[in-house]
């Protein structure tokens, strides 16, 4: 990625600490009035609404801040009350990811579809599952939520990777190894 694409999104998660930017506390939030929500995650991090897709990225991005994963799966929860979401995969697509520093100094910031920055580190794991086509590669992006790692973005971090045990190669960010497996 270019330098000026680098700092942005490490200006963006600068700028979002700075301005106080936080999520609602879902985690709080216990209401006892619960239905369906009639939203689909498409494995491609596409949100439809009774099968039409929902084309606001606005709304997308509102959605994905009240988004929670319960033991018995995906809701949108306010104070008021908590709908359930049909996820295909993972509920986020990391879209991007630009890096700063080299090496085991590495810091690695993922963007993901909804809007969300978020540096891998030891609370936000890259983690690599064994898939029908090959690996899966996904990122921890909060409170048991994850973003499927794109194709594209996987292949970056594989440029980026390192034989560390022979035959397995992995990526550090924020001080933290991450194993990618066989490549």
Do not use: C
């Not at 991007?96 to 520093?101: C, K, M, P």
């Not at 080299?102 to 690695?108: A, F, K, T, V």
């Amino acid at each position: 990625m270019t330098t000026q694409t680098l700092d942005s999104l490490f200006a963006r998660l600068e700028a979002a600490r700075n301005d106080g930017s936080v999520l609602p506390p879902v985690e709080r939030w216990h209401p006892e009035r619960s239905g369906d929500s009639h939203i689909t995650i498409a494995r491609d991090g596409r949100w439809y609404y009774r099968d039409s897709l929902i084309q606001r990225p606005e709304m997308v991005r509102l959605f994905s801040t009240i988004l929670r994963r319960d033991d018995d799966g995906y809701v949108l929860v306010t104070p008021a009350e908590k709908l359930a979401v049909q996820v295909e995969d993972a509920p986020f697509v990391a879209t991007a990811v630009e890096r700063r520093g080299e090496g085991d100094s590495m810091d690695l910031a993922f963007l993901t579809n909804v809007g969300d920055v978020v540096v891998a580190d030891a609370d936000h794991r890259i983690e690599v599952r064994a898939g029908e086509r090959g690996p899966k590669p996904y990122l921890h992006v909060r409170a048991g939520l994850e973003a499927l790692i794109a194709r594209p973005v996987y292949y970056e971090l594989v440029e980026l990777a390192r034989e560390r045990v022979p035959g397995q190669y992995s990526v550090v960010s924020a001080g933290t190894q991450f194993m990618l497996g066989e490549l």
